[in-house]
């Protein structure tokens, strides 16, 4: 079973009782977590990627380690995972959402997210602690680790996760680095939900879920979102072709890609 982000209620009043209540105690998690110290028992981590998992249509983050080398996985629900991709992203919002409104009362009552820490799983489920400073004074609020991922993204606060959770629950990511990964490409299957979402009138195709920045990928002009249905004339069925075909060709290739609604044409310049 996969290991998921929690359901329960929204973080807000919490943040809001905990601050007005501060110096004062300090509000336990609950369930109660194993103390993970921020620079001993936890690693830092950053999110490297979302995607969706193709079989449960359900959003996955990938947390990885600094240096990359493994990834703890969790899946969270959709409104997080559009507010974790809007930040990615860069999008702005005409109205605060739910993450802005969090972020303007910390910051309104003088305080500041000091860091984030999943601190443990149980029956399947991730906890988090969000901890927050003002004054001087430190307090650690239970937390969603999605929620608590996006306001570290919006606040630039670090991430951490317990160490013995990750080095058990990760997994390799060097080993699994192909010609994709060297080119550049994270790339999922097209579900028929996603093709429909892309207005893709096919499930035959390859979405790119992200392109790492610099990556030759990225200068032969290839974007998220775009879905690759063609390769030096060879159709792009799935995830295996692709690899298949870019496996093959040495040097500038033409490549049939949908994006916005319409087919482009680009050079892409694998060695």
Known sequence: ??????????????????????????????????????????????????????????????????????????????????????????????????????????????AKVQRIVITHSKDGIYYANLVLEREGTVVEIDARPSDSMVLAQKTKAPIFVARKMFQEASVPLREEKGVEDQYGLTVQELTSSLA????????????????????????????????????GGETIADVKSLKAALGKVKGPVKSKVFRKGEFISLTLQVK
Request: hydrophobic residues 40%.
């Open 1 to 110: 079973m996969p290991r998921i982000d929690d359901f329960r209620m929204g973080a807000l009043g919490a943040i809001c009782l905990a601050i007005s209540v501060l110096p004062a105690q300090e509000l336990p998690a609950k369930p109660p977590a194993p103390a993970a110290n921020a620079s001993q028992d936890a690693i830092q981590v950053k999110i490297q990627r979302l995607i969706l998992d193709p079989s449960s249509n359900q959003p996955v983050v990938f947390l990885t380690d600094l240096q990359e080398e493994r990834a703890l996985l969790i899946w969270i629900g959709p409104c997080e995972a559009n507010a974790m991709n809007a930040e990615m992203e860069g999008t702005k919002h005409p109205r605060p959402q739910t993450h802005d409104l969090l972020q303007e009362v910390i910051r309104k009552m003088k």
């Open 196 to 231: 429909q979402s892309f207005s893709f009138k096919s499930t035959r195709g390859v979405l790119v879920s992200d392109v790492r920045a610099g990556s030759p990928a990225e200068k032969d002009g290839l974007q998220r979102g775009d879905i690759i249905s063609e390769i």
